[in-house]
């Protein structure tokens, strides 16, 4: 799956076509890191979910199991229920992306589905180290607020110590230092920002209308 960095820079730029204002950019944003708060697998969280309850992931889908739920918020572009569906979104175009042409190329051939999962999290934390983004929460009182408005999805139970554990983690920049120097072992930088904005351009067409795109 796609890293932090990488959903909040997709997040960055869709935030900008949207023009979104500063408090509702911040809901966007944390609604972006939202689906992987509640697991649990980098930051420290007190109630820890699986990934099929946080990514809605039964009947094979995701975010069309999500805008089921929250269509009302969505169609209103409510923007933490916008940024929630828009990482399941980002989750599923970037996975299909991979694994489509991974079978098509001649690196893929004889490879185990393990195998071909490690090339792919590595080139994604490779593209990970070309930025460099946080929450930017501004004080206890706005990071309470978040936690609040963020609870009104039935998948998520957070507080505002795991938000600030969230910031802490990506104000951290020792993996990045680790990472200098790893060439990518299928995509190229070039390759992954095209990704990145051809998938905001079908996000935008399926959820906010062509005039977004």
């Known amino acids: ?13 869709l935030a900008k076509k949207l023009k979104l204002p500063t408090p509702k950019r ?7 890191l939202l689906p992987d708060i509640n697991n649990g697998y980098i930051n ?14 039964f009947n094979n889908k995701s975010s069309l199991n ?4 929250y269509q009302k918020e969505i169609d209103e572009k409510e923007p933490l229920f916008l940024g929630y569906l828009f990482h399941l979104y980002t989750d599923g175009y970037f996975n299909y992306d991979f694994y489509r042409k991974i079978k098509r190329a001649k690196i893929g051939q004889g490879l185990t589905r393990e195998e071909k999962r490690e090339i792919k999290h590595h080139d994604f934390w490779i593209y990970d180290t070309n930025f460099h983004h946080r ?15 963020a609870n009104q999805i039935a998948s ?8 600030e ?12 230092l680790a990472m200098q120097g790893e060439p990518y072992l299928f995509y190229s930088k070039k390759d ?11 996000f935008s067409k399926d959820y906010l209308g062509a005039k977004h795109a």
């Open 1 to 13: 799956m796609p890293s932090w960095n990488i959903h909040l820079e997709a997040g960055e730029r």
């Open 26 to 32: 911040s809901e966007f944003l944390l609604g972006c």
């Open 44 to 57: 420290k969280v007190g109630i820890e979910k699986s990934h099929e309850e946080t990514h809605y992931t």
């Open 66 to 69: 999500f805008y089921a739920d």
């Open 135 to 149: 929450l930017n929460l501004k004080d206890k009182t706005e990071t309470r607020r978040l936690a609040k408005l």
């Open 156 to 163: 998520t139970e957070i507080t505002a110590e795991d938000l």
């Open 165 to 176: 554990d969230v910031e802490r983690i990506m104000t951290d920049k020792k993996f990045h």
């Open 192 to 202: 992954l920002d095209q990704l990145l904005d051809d998938m905001i351009q079908s």
